[in-house]
């Protein structure tokens, strides 16, 4: 692409031109005019919906989970990268890793069936063409001898057109298709990119269903709500961490009334409206699940769409009953969000725990380190190690900081790991049946059985997905990435 030309959708100018009516609607169905709603004990929905309509994206200050994203060596910036092109570190790959097992263990469960699709494509192509122009996103785009190709900013084409080539019948819907793209890109501006929460290059978990008419989506979208509940819950973010946002069409709205505020009534708490007059995008409906961070920004997480343009612009047909071939409404759903958008969502909850006075956490599925031991001198490395060897082979991540260090310093450092567990093994505790645990969350010591912590830990990670320890058992063998 050469200097000074950059690809920007209609859509894009369009959502710059566009003219919004704001409400309230309470999960009662009374649908307020934003300026008339009372919104005394929501306060988080009024900044979400200060936020909103403002429309201001540029970043002004740092957000907090930049600093803890580095310094639990997560993630980092890359600067032989464009900007919004991240580098993962051990750690930070495992969380990353965990986080996008388990949204798509849960897409398996909903009946997703997964694929692959390719990351760039073709700008001639007349669909996507025309895609790209009804998208509000700026691209990236590859040369390829005398071609050009867009880097996908999503994974709806490589489905759509899958779907087209697809032999379809009234009784295969809804079908719904998954993949979580590594990775979708999006160019976008340069003040509004920060740290995990607006990227270039990120990770999308993008399940798409096709439905044989509005009854069916209605149902479908309804089903999906409830998936992306229990999936943020799973992740670790419950109903008082975001606030939803419906963006509808007048019309669609007038005419589907009770559907739209049956969402609001499952969310249980009121709910910013945005609504158009008239239809500038491919969708009638649209909600995101907000999350609002230290800054008072929001960002989306989970989202689901009812795409009323795309089966027919791509040329996707199902064979219905009646023996005519027919066009699929679409559903676009990401049921968390992008992957780095759960973690940054994930770090700057907990560091409002820590301005809260409460001790910031991962949930302990996602926690590098589960149980750290440290041995009281070098005479108890040994049992120490021979410990950590047995939970790990139980399932739990353990380790032992066997560095020559005091023993107030490592408990010190184990607990800027933010280490949910945490022993200290010297001459008694070798003799003994029970161990001093310091349990993070409690913020006091614990005489546990290793037994009953194993159980402890099972408990509570049960049915999450896990991985094993990334980086090696013994500290003293690790190498620091972030100085
Ligand atoms: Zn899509």
Redesign the pocket.
């Known amino acids: 692409m050469s200097k000074g030309e950059e690809v920007i959708s209609e859509a894009l100018k369009a959502e710059e031109r566009l003219v919004s009516d704001w409400y309230v609607l309470t999960p009662e169905g009374v649908l307020h005019p934003l300026d008339r709603f009372d919104f005394e004990g929501y306060e988080k929905l009024k900044k979400f919906a200060d936020y909103e309509v403002r429309k201001s994206r540029a970043v002004e200050q740092e957000p907090p989970h930049v600093t803890l994203m580095r310094s639990l060596e997560l993630v980092d910036y890359e600067p032989a990268s464009d900007p919004g092109n991240l580098r993962y570190y051990p750690k930070g790959r495992m969380v990353k890793a965990l986080l996008e097992e388990y949204v798509t263990s849960k897409v398996h469960e909903y009946g997703g069936m997964e694929v692959e699709t390719p990351i760039m494509y073709d700008m001639k192509h007349p669909s996507l063409a025309k895609y790209l122009h009804r998208f509000p996103a700026r691209q990236y785009i590859v040369e390829s001898d005398e071609d050009r190709y867009f880097l996908r900013f999503?994974?709806?084409f490589g489905?759509f057109l899958m779907s087209h080539d697809a032999t379809i019948s009234y009784r295969d819907l809804p079908l719904r298709i998954y993949e979580l793209t590594r990775y979708s890109f999006r160019r976008e501006q340069a003040g509004e990119l920060a740290g995990l929460r607006r990227l270039r290059a990120f990770t999308m978990p993008?399940v798409?269903a096709l439905c044989r008419d509005l009854a069916q989506a209605k149902r479908e979208f309804k089903r999906r709500f409830k998936l992306c509940v229990e999936v943020l819950r799973g992740i670790g973010l419950e109903r008082d961490d975001y606030e939803l946002g419906i963006r509808v069409t007048e019309d669609f709205y007038r005419k589907n009334r009770r559907f739209v505020n049956s969402l609001v009534r499952m969310h249980g708490k009121p709910a910013l409206v945005e609504m158009w007059k008239e239809r500038f995008f491919y969708f009638v409906l649209k909600y995101e699940f907000n999350f609002l961070d230290a800054l008072d920004k929001a960002s989306a997480l989970s989202t689901d769409?009812i795409?009323v343009e795309n089966g027919e612009r791509y040329g996707i047909v199902y064979m219905d009953e009646d023996g005519r071939q027919k066009h699929p409404l679409?559903l676009?759903c990401s049921p968390s969000g992008a992957i780095e958008r759960d973690i940054y969502a994930l770090l700057e909850k907990a560091y409002l725990d820590m301005k809260g006075g409460r001790p910031p956490m991962l949930p302990l599925w996602l926690s590098p380190t589960q149980v750290r031991l440290i041995p009281v001198s070098e005479a108890h490395v040994k049992a120490a190690e021979a410990t950590a060897r047995l939970l790990n082979r139980r399932g739990i991540r353990a380790d032992v900081d066997d560095r020559e260090e005091t023993v107030p310093k490592k408990v010190r450092d184990a607990e800027r790991e933010w280490i949910p567990y945490i022993i200290v093994m010297g001459e008694k505790e070798m003799a003994s049946n029970l161990l001093p645990v310091r349990v993070r969350r409690e913020g006091e010591i614990r005489d546990m059985t290793l037994e009953s912590l194993v159980n402890e830990i099972r408990r509570e990670v049960r049915g999450m997905p896990w991985r094993p320890l990334p980086l090696p058992l013994r500290v003293k063998e690790r190498p620091r990435f972030v100085g």
Request: hydrophobic share 30%; net charge negative.
């Open positions: 999503a994974a709806c489905q993008d798409h769409q795409d679409i676009h």
